[in-house]
Each structure stands twice: as C-alpha cells, then as structure tokens.
C-alpha cells in the first residue's frame, strides 16, 4: 500500500506544480515555500518503502528543487532566488510559531498536546541541520541548473533538471546525514545509500511528467510572440 500511495502522492505534488506553474511565478513561489516547510515538518515519520525504511519527506525535498528549476526555466535567476529566500524565511516563520505554540500551558480538557510535542519539537541539531543544509544545496541548484541553461542548452529541459536535482540531492543526502544523523544511527552510510537511491527513484519518475511540462505549459516568451 506505501508503494502505491508513494507514487499516487508522487503525480499530486507535480500535479499542483503545473497548476502552481500555469497560475503564474508567485503561485509557484508560494509551492517552492510550502513544500520546504512540509519537508521538515513530515520528516519526523518513517515508513516502509520496499521494505527499506525511509521518511515520507523526499517528495516535498524534490519537489521545491523542481520549483526552483521551473522558475528559472520558465521566468529567471533572480525569481529562483527571491523564492528560495522566502522558502527560508517561511521555513524559521514557521518553527518559531510552532515552539511558541508548544510553550501554551494546555487546558486539563486539552488531548493534543503530547502529539504537537511529538511532532513539532524536534532537535535542535537536527533543525539546524535541516535549514543549514536547505541553503545551501537550494543555491547550488540554481547554480548549477543556471550553468546547464547556459552552457548545454541543447539538452531538453528535464535532463537539465534531473542532472542538476540529481546531484543537488546527492549533496543534501550526504549532508544532512552527516550534520544531523552522525552518532545517532548505527549505520549512517546505509541510510546515505538507500536514501539517495530512493530520491533517484523520485527523480526518475518525474522526468517523463516534467516532459508533459512544455506541451501542458507554453513558455512566456513563445506566447507573447
């Protein structure tokens, strides 16, 4: 049943990608910020994926990566960027809201407070982790992807994506791992492997979707043409 919800979430996210996409730059600024804070959110649940155990959280991480490729694809550099830094400033928004949230004294007929405990109080190493790491593999996606848009613009639009996710995500699996899971599991290079693998899986499925982008989507410039 994971296995098939899996890829049923997998067509929703770029579902609403295109949406986000054909509505205009700020609607798919505002899909880029809510799947930073969703990631961090939902990564806290672990389930079983073909029987490895992983987070139900490396959707929304590729997700806000394709946004970022769509914005400069479609729009440019400088949009890409403005939506990486509101994705960031939505992303400390949201955990400053959700520890004073916690800090609220719950009522004797409250039953929800161990669950926002559960969910909403991570550690502080691993927030750390988390948004430390978003900075930086995020400014290496639109790096990278502005260097393939220029130098190899010969290369159909999502190999150009799935080359730059593709080693973006590599980076943010490696560092992630690293900064946030070093001495807390018992064999950190496995989960590196398998979590890389699965986000390859990820990104493999997507290259044909985002294929359908460029039929489903005119590009402005084309259309104002």
């Excluded at 067509?11 to 990608?17: K, M, Q, R, W």
């Excluded at 079983?48 to 914005?71: E, W």
Aim: aromatic share 16%; charged share 10%; hydrophobic share 55%.
């Amino acid at each position: 049943m994971n296995e098939l919800l899996f890829f049923l979430h997998l067509i929703l996210v770029f579902g609403f990608g295109v949406i986000a996409l054909k509505l205009g730059k700020h609607y798919l600024t505002t899909w880029v910020a809510i799947q930073a804070i969703l990631a961090n959110l939902f990564v806290v649940k672990q389930m079983f994926f073909f029987h490895f155990n992983i987070t139900c959280s490396d959707v929304f991480a590729i997700g806000s990566i394709l946004g970022l490729n769509l914005l400069q694809e479609y729009f440019d550099k400088e949009t890409a960027k403005r939506a990486l830094w509101g994705a960031f400033f939505a992303m400390l928004f949201f955990a400053a809201m959700s520890q004073i949230h916690l800090l609220y004294a719950p009522s004797t007929f409250d039953t929800t407070q161990d669950a926002f405990t559960c969910v909403l109080a991570p550690s502080p190493r691993l927030f750390a982790a988390s948004v430390l790491v978003f900075l930086i593999t995020q400014h290496m996606d639109i790096r990278l992807f502005q260097f393939l848009k220029n130098k190899a613009r010969f290369l159909p639009f999502p190999l150009r994506s799935s080359v730059s996710t593709g080693i973006t995500q590599f980076s943010d699996t490696l560092l992630f791992s690293i900064l946030g899971l070093w001495g807390l599991v018992s064999s950190l290079w496995d989960i590196i492997f398998i979590s890389f693998l699965i986000k390859l899986i990820i990104i493999s499925c997507l290259a044909p979707l985002i294929a359908l982008v460029k039929r489903i989507v005119p590009h402005p410039s084309r259309t104002a043409a």
